[in-house]
């Protein structure tokens, strides 16, 4: 466990509501107020455009005028790419600037907050931040997700909103040149992948269909919930998950997970599964469909309904669209994947800041109107207008060759500070075969309950980050292996499962469940 050593007085101290201050006016400060920041996360090593602090993001710009305000880059480790390496730098450096934000620093705050690096916010946000606390009181189950072990709360992180993240698309086009209905159940898919391979569905005489490929691939693991396994409780690949009971678990140590690895393990044989889904990478949805290989995948509803429209007047009749989840074996539709309603990703206030009140009335700014819009859309005027009421981006930013969340970054909305996210944001841009696909999963329950972490107490930590990177490491090198081939899942499960138990996961798993329990009662 990592100390840290302070000398400071320590203080003792979903719906938005109406701008923060009872008159509409959101200007904090009568004089100006300037707050240094780290703000570290992946698109960005620097609070500025592309991460260069020389170049201020319109949308900060825009909040200095309404709040009087101004964050100044104080980024640690802008010369590394990980968050949570520059994180460590900026502890252990230990000048920290005002605010400390980004990627992934729920974990450090909530260990380095109870030993006096980080504020507390509880009292702070209950008389200074009325925007923040109508949200905390619309949904005390996400307050508590992000509570420190002291009962404290040391982060306002960053809130998405909606609720489907990813579906499974198939080549709409591909089952109508075969005269194929949508595969209704796993064995009926796998009935669909076989005639994607073999039967030539896009027509050009050779045997080169994919018939499922991933971006990630991580999502080959997705095919478990086809034979009632799971690869993830949260949105978060390979992540711990709540089992029927209420109690929390790990998929990969699960007896589904054997029968879906050994099933996966012999599409992959097939050929049902792309040959390169390890090494192929992000630019596979590009290639695979442009090309007219690609048969299905798992992705994000938004940006691969978009494909319709982009490969329109190069492939005749590009039709891929979403479909329900298959039953699985024991005839359960699951969509594994959906939006987590809080990020370990967003912005606390350091104890070097000398200003907490103002910085929290800062923070409440961006749950403010005003500020939800200007975080979500960026300046009115320069990237959106409003519309009979509603925020609507310009023809410019719409129909840009850059994806719209790219442009986005570059005016300083939708980056991670701590807000609360907007849909309609999205919403503007998903294709209409993504709506109509997102009114389809909402005809069915296909949702499950999300695991959204935990806050370890000193001890509970030492015991997690004793054990559990080397057994992460350890099961991702076994799932990869037996899909691979090397190996067989059924043979090698007791060995498995026995070498599990020796490398402390049951340590591990108590741990997690005892601060489950205290955190979430």
């Not at 240094?36 to 170049?55: K, L, N």
């Not at 705050?109 to 209950?126: K, M, R, S």
């Not at 209420?246 to 012999?266: E, L």
């Not at 590009?318 to 990020?343: C, D, Q, W, Y």
């Amino acid at each position: 466990m990592r100390k840290l050593t302070l000398t400071l007085a320590m203080l003792g101290t979903t719906a938005i509501t109406a701008p923060a201050f009872a008159d509409g006016h959101l200007k904090i400060v009568d004089d100006p107020l300037e707050l240094t920041i780290h703000m570290h996360w992946p698109r960005a090593q620097g609070y500025g455009v592309g991460g260069s602090p020389s170049e201020i993001y319109p949308v900060e710009e825009a909040a200095r005028a309404m709040t009087g305000i101004s964050l100044t880059d104080a980024t640690a480790g802008r010369n590394s790419t990980d968050s949570a390496e520059a994180m460590n730098l900026l502890i252990a450096q230990g000048d920290m600037p005002d605010i400390v934000g980004g990627h992934l620093i729920k974990q450090p705050v909530n260990e380095f907050g109870p030993q006096g690096a980080f504020v507390p916010l509880n009292d702070l946000v209950a008389e200074h931040a009325p925007n923040i606390q109508a949200y905390w009181d619309s949904r005390p189950e996400v307050l508590a997700s992000i509570t420190a072990y002291d009962g404290n709360y040391y982060y306002i992180p960053y809130l998405p909103d909606g609720k489907y993240g990813r579906a499974w698309f198939i080549r709409q086009d591909w089952l109508d040149a075969l005269g194929l209905e949508q595969p209704q159940n796993v064995e009926e898919l796998e009935a669909t992948l076989i005639a994607f391979r073999d039967n030539d569905p896009n027509g050009n005489g050779a045997a080169d269909e994919v018939p499922y490929f991933a971006r990630q691939w991580e999502e080959v693991n997705r095919l478990l919930t086809l034979w009632d396994a799971r690869s993830s409780g949260s949105d978060t690949y390979h992540d711990f998950y709540i089992t029927a009971d209420g109690s929390i678990a790990h998929p990969y140590a699960q007896d589904t997970y054997r029968d879906g690895i050994s099933n996966i393990a012999r599409w992959y044989e097939a050929g049902l599964i792309d040959a390169e889904i390890f090494t192929r990478g992000s630019s596979s949805r590009d290639f695979l469909l442009s090309e007219n290989l690609g048969g299905l995948t798992h992705d994000w509803f938004a940006s691969t309904s978009g494909y319709n429209g982009k490969l329109a007047d190069k492939i005749d009749g590009f039709n891929f669209i979403p479909f329900l989840p298959p039953a699985s074996t024991n005839g359960v539709r699951m969509e594994e994947h959906r939006r987590i309603p809080v990020k370990p990703d967003g912005w606390a206030i350091s104890h070097t800041n000398d200003n907490v009140v103002e910085t929290i009335k800062y923070f409440d700014f961006w749950f403010t109107e005003e500020g939800r819009l200007l975080a979500n859309f960026g300046v009115e005027g320069k990237t959106w207008d409003m519309v009979d009421g509603e925020p609507i981006f310009k023809p410019e930013v719409l129909n840009a060759d850059a994806a719209i969340n790219s442009q986005m970054y570059l005016e300083g909305a939708q980056i991670q500070r701590g807000y609360f996210q907007d849909y309609r944001y999205e919403w503007q841009w998903t294709a209409q075969a993504a709506r109509e696909g997102i009114e389809l999963y909402d005809t069915q329950d296909l949702l499950v309950d999300q695991f959204l972490g935990v806050a370890f107490t000193e001890d509970e930590q030492a015991v997690y980050d004793r054990y559990w990177p080397s057994l992460r490491t350890y099961m991702l090198e076994r799932n990869q292996a037996w899909i691979l081939g090397t190996g067989d899942v059924v043979k090698d499960w007791d060995a498995y499962i026995e070498t599990l138990n020796e490398m402390g996961y049951s340590d591990v798993i108590e741990v997690i469940n005892s601060a489950y329990k205290r955190q979430y009662g």
